[in-house]
T-cell receptor, first 113, second 114 residues
Framework: GAVVSQHPSWVICKSGTSVKIECRSL??????MFWYRQFPKQSLMLMAT?????????EQGVEKDKFLINHASLTLSTLTVTSAHPEDSSFYIC?????????FGPGTRLTVL | GESVGLHLPTLSVQEGDNSIINCAYS??????FIWYKQESGKGPQFIID?????DKRQGQRVTVLLNKTVKHLSLQIAATQPGDSAVYFC?????????????FGPGTSLSVIP
């Protein structure tokens, strides 16, 4: 089946630093990937749609300069949280589209001290 | 970012009983609806989906019912097992030219009592 991986699975960083999270489709090519953020005991909130070879489409209220998305190949999208602050601490989940169905990664737990 | 609601209701059921998880949606433009299961610290897993022109669909131990008149979706789990304990999300799917966009609902935490 279609498998999506994320790296790292968890990361702890200091306030003010930048963190990069990778999302890979392991056995299929994905022209479109999605990034979600999930706070404890809350739902997944769509942050942006990542399109291979073009700019990402951000949802309303999501700062594109803070959450940089790069979809440089058909199997890799990256999310960089720039100048991270404690309020950015969250569970970040990506998904990739294969045959019109979305497959989700295992998530990345970001903790900003 | 988009999200349909921010609270997380809970449901406790006895092992072996049937579970019914409900979801209200607001957008009539959804092309289909999906139920996902999320275990602690993991990404969502697809359970079942239903097109917006259908009112019922059955899978293995699960049934989804769609009532478009009152914009209500439900997931029925038969003979609930401890392994069913998780958070369940309904989601709305929107078809686009080359991809689908999925917006998640508020979620329900299901706890199965042995």
């Amino acid at each position: 089946g279609a498998v999506v991986s994320q790296h790292p699975s968890w990361v702890i960083c200091k306030s003010g630093t930048s963190v990069k999270i990778e999302c890979r489709s392991l056995d299929f090519q994905a022209t479109t990937m999605f990034w979600y953020r999930q706070f404890p005991k809350q739902s997944l909130m769509l942050m942006a749609t990542s399109n291979e070879g073009s700019k990402a489409t951000y949802e309303q209220g999501v700062e594109k300069d803070k959450f940089l998305i790069n979809h440089a190949s058909l199997t890799l999208s990256t999310l960089t949280v720039t100048s991270a602050h404690p309020e950015d601490s969250s569970f970040y989940i990506c998904s990739a589209t294969y045959s019109y169905e979305q497959f989700f990664g295992p998530g990345t737990r970001l903790t900003v001290l | 970012g988009e999200s349909v609601g921010l609270h997380l209701p809970t449901l406790s059921v006895q092992e072996g009983d049937n579970s019914i998880i409900n979801c209200a949606y607001s957008n009539s433009a959804s092309d289909y609806f999906i139920w996902y299961k999320q275990e602690s610290g993991k990404g969502p897993q697809f359970i079942i989906d239903i097109r917006s022109n259908m009112d019922k669909r059955q899978g293995q131990r699960v049934t989804v019912l769609l009532n478009k008149t009152v914009k209500h979706l439900s997931l029925q789990i038969a003979a609930t097992q401890p392994g069913d304990s998780a958070v369940y999300f309904c989601a709305e799917g929107y078809e686009r030219t080359s991809y689908d966009k999925v917006i998640f609902g508020p979620g329900t935490s299901l706890s199965v009592i042995p």
